[in-house]
């Protein structure tokens, strides 16, 4: 099947472009491999030249690339702006610091020298998504190609334009033919790169069926990887809550991107204290939300990014309805040109409901009701889920006291969850394993060497 790129605020076919074969797959990774080598030859400087390179061409281009990003999958233009400047940070973080990450660690031991080094792997497969289409591959890319690697990028088949400018940039940046490339292939062949002997490591950031697939592959061929799969983080309000300040947030955290983010606000954890009077601000924020073309600056809410997901969410909607939620404001699609769905409010969602137990990927909020603090950190873990989760309390001893019951890859306290090149990322249970950013993510995919030295001791001449 071809790669389509279509705009969902128009329905419009913008590009398509045909699917390799598998001849044509083979070749490209051998040749990744090659250029691999002689790329981790060069030292952290020459990389970190790259690096910077790239950040200043990103930069240079900003409004062109997020012009691609919003017609090719529906983001805000003003998000897609600060989508290519963050990849640009991350590049200049690395820059900087991944030579200091990946220096010789020296250990006192019974040698006369010994030291802990970090090799790159080799070439590394990158599985991405479509939701932060340039973002995405820039956390997992930058690190990797700082540390020596190579990386060949298998895109969501609906972004294949930003799959494309991806490989570009890079080339233009200075980074030598062949380190990045952009694999135009089916998901079907993922198993197939996985298994090339020109692979080495794999990261994925995606559905909990992709990264099982993807860690089955990578275990049968005992190949390391890295799953960000999904999440439906907490926003725990407690009674002590800001209200102003942590209504204003907790609107910015679920309706981001349309609700299309993995560490969105989704489900919002109420105790009784602040319950009705955190929901009477909440529906008021969330009605006054301006739906329309994601181009325009005035726009809040843009289309969601393809039919189908659409329509999934609608069935996870209309199923917890009939188990006993209520729809408090929106709840279905809206009848206009595009991928569009109405910002809404899921209320009264107990364990009975579809949506307590599942990530709902676009602009639904749902709401859950505690009975008390303590029953809401139960419900907040009560999920397969364990991305992030944020607290809201003007009390942060008694938050800290809580942070350590969070089953959560992030917690953050007063401040919206999110990825940040300075702090680890990931998650636990079901929503992955490994970290990506800070130096936790570019020793992913390192071979972490113990160096062992004893002088050999000269007889004696005669």
């Not at 003003?78 to 200049?92: F, G, I, L, Y």
């Not at 349309?258 to 602040?274: D, M, T, Y």
């Not at 009605?287 to 969601?304: K, R, S, W, Y």
Request: glycine share 8%; charged share 25%.
């Amino acid at each position: 099947m071809p790669y389509v790129s279509l705009n969902p605020a128009s329905n419009q076919v913008l590009a398509s472009y045909p699917s390799w074969d598998t001849h044509r797959l083979a070749d490209t990774l051998e040749r990744a491999a090659a250029a691999q080598k002689e790329w981790a030859r060069q030292s952290f400087a020459e990389r970190a030249a790259v690096l910077r390179q790239a950040a200043i061409h990103l930069r240079l281009n900003r409004d062109r690339y997020a012009e691609l990003i919003t017609r090719e999958m529906g983001k805000l233009l003003r998000e897609a702006r600060a989508e290519v400047e963050k990849c640009a940070t991350a590049c200049e973080y690395y820059a900087q610091h991944g030579g200091l990450f990946l220096q010789d660690e020296p250990v006192e031991t019974d040698a006369g020298k010994s030291f802990v080094a970090y090799a790159p792997l080799g070439v590394v497969l990158a599985v991405m998504p479509w939701n932060f289409p340039f973002w995405q591959v820039f956390r997992a890319a930058a690190p990797a190609l700082m540390a020596g690697n190579g990386v060949v990028l298998k895109h969501a088949s609906n972004v294949p334009q930003c799959a494309l400018a991806l490989q570009d940039i890079w080339r233009e940046s200075g980074l030598p033919e062949g380190v990045f490339t952009t694999l135009l292939i089916e998901a079907g062949d993922v198993a197939d790169a996985i298994a090339s002997h020109h692979v080495q490591a794999v990261t994925l950031t995606g559905s909990e069926e992709a990264g099982r697939r993807v860690a089955a592959a990578a275990g049968q061929h005992l190949k390391k990887c890295v799953l960000e799969l999904g999440g439906s983080d907490a926003f725990i309000v407690l009674a002590d809550a800001d209200l102003d300040f942590t209504v204003e947030q907790a609107v910015a955290s679920r309706f981001l991107n349309c609700g299309q983010s993995c560490i969105a606000a989704k489900r919002f954890i109420l105790v009784p204290e602040i319950a009705e009077e955190f929901l009477a601000r909440f529906q008021a924020r969330v009605e006054a939300l301006v739906v329309g073309d994601p181009m325009a600056e005035g726009t809040q809410i843009g289309p969601m990014a393809r039919l189908d997901l659409r329509e999934t969410l609608h069935r996870q909607v209309t199923d917890s309805i009939a188990q006993g939620a209520r729809a408090r404001i929106g709840c279905h699609p809206l009848e206009r040109e595009g991928v569009y769905y109405a910002p809404s409010i899921l209320d009264e969602v107990t364990p009975r409901c579809r949506a307590y137990h599942e990530e709902l990927f676009g602009p639904v909020a749902i709401v859950i009701r505690a009975a008390s603090e303590e029953d809401a950190i139960g419900i907040a873990n009560d999920t397969r889920f364990g991305l992030g989760a944020s607290l809201w309390t003007r009390d942060l001893a008694r938050a800290e006291q809580l942070v350590p019951r969070l089953a959560a890859g992030s917690v953050f306290i007063n401040g919206m969850v999110k990825s940040d090149p300075r702090l680890p990322f990931g998650g636990v249970k079901a929503s992955g394993f490994g970290r990506e950013l800070s130096y936790h993510g570019i020793r992913e995919f390192v071979n972490v060497k113990t160096v062992w030295e004893r002088p050999v001791r000269r007889a004696a001449r005669a």
